[in-house]
Every structure is written in C-alpha cells, then in structure tokens.
C-alpha cells in the first residue's frame, strides 16, 4: 500500500494551525496522522496512504492552514497533496493562498511550488514583511514557511515582541 509523508518546516516565529473548521479534504485515500499545529521554528509531519485493495487507488487531498501572527494578523493558505498509484508512482504536492482544502489539493503537482503573501505585514517595530510558502519534491517532500523581508528571503527571522 503505498504511503505519503510531507514534513513540515516552519522557519518563522509564528505558530501555524489547522483550521478548526473545514480545514481538511480528502478525496480519496486515507488521512493517517496530521498535525493541528506547527510550533514556531518547529517541524511537523502528514501522514497518508491509499485505501487496501482499491485498485489504481491514490491519494487527493489538502489543509488549511492559518498563520498567528503576534500583531492579531493572519496568512490563511491550503497545502494539497496527491499520489497516482501507476507505474511508476507519482507523487504531487502544492501551496496555495486559500481558505479552501480542496484548493490546496488542485495546486499539488509533480514540481511543487512557491507562494507569497499577498499582502504584506508588520512588526511592532514597523517593519514590513511577507510571508512565503515552498513545497518541494525530492527523496523527501518539503513544505517550508518563510519571512519575506526587503525583496530578500530571511528565514527564521521574525522576532515580534
């Protein structure tokens, strides 16, 4: 039965949740763990995998995810996922800004990809910044969370007191 796990790598000091409502998807194959929050400059992990014995079964499926900026501001984004079980299998992943899962799971293909906020934020010191969104595929499937500051991505940056 193949499986998919997508680990997540949040490189900001904002705390990142599920959202509590309708904030998952899933079309086909089975959701086995998923986190409901992703602790500030912490990692995190979804697990999925088909369903047993569902011939040509795959995985389709996304999250809703709300960064807690320190300010009272919010980013809202959908992260999808997806695996087509052929020969070989296919592995997808994708980001998108959405409040929608099952967006997140239509943005998922085989080369991942990037997003910004698309609106910018500030500090209590008043600097301006966004926020970024990476999803990669290799021998491990990345989702990262960024600090966009000056046209420069600066990770693990964003020190709100």
Known sequence: ?????????????????????????????????????????????IRLSTIPDKVGGGIDAGNVWVFNLPSGQTWTIATGYGLINGQPVTRRVGVV??????????????????????ETFQDDKGNRFSLAAEATLGPTIIIRFTVVKASSVKQGVLRVQ
């Open 97 to 118: 800004e959405s409040s929608n899962p099952e967006e997140g799971a239509k943005a998922a293909t085989d080369a991942g990809n990037k997003i910004t906020s698309s």
């Open 1 to 45: 039965m193949p499986s998919y796990t997508a680990n997540f790598e949040n490189d900001t000091t904002c705390p990142i949740t599920l959202a509590a409502k309708n904030g998952t998807y899933r079309g086909d194959g089975n959701i086995d763990f998923q986190p409901t929050r992703i602790r500030p400059n912490g990692l995190a992990a």
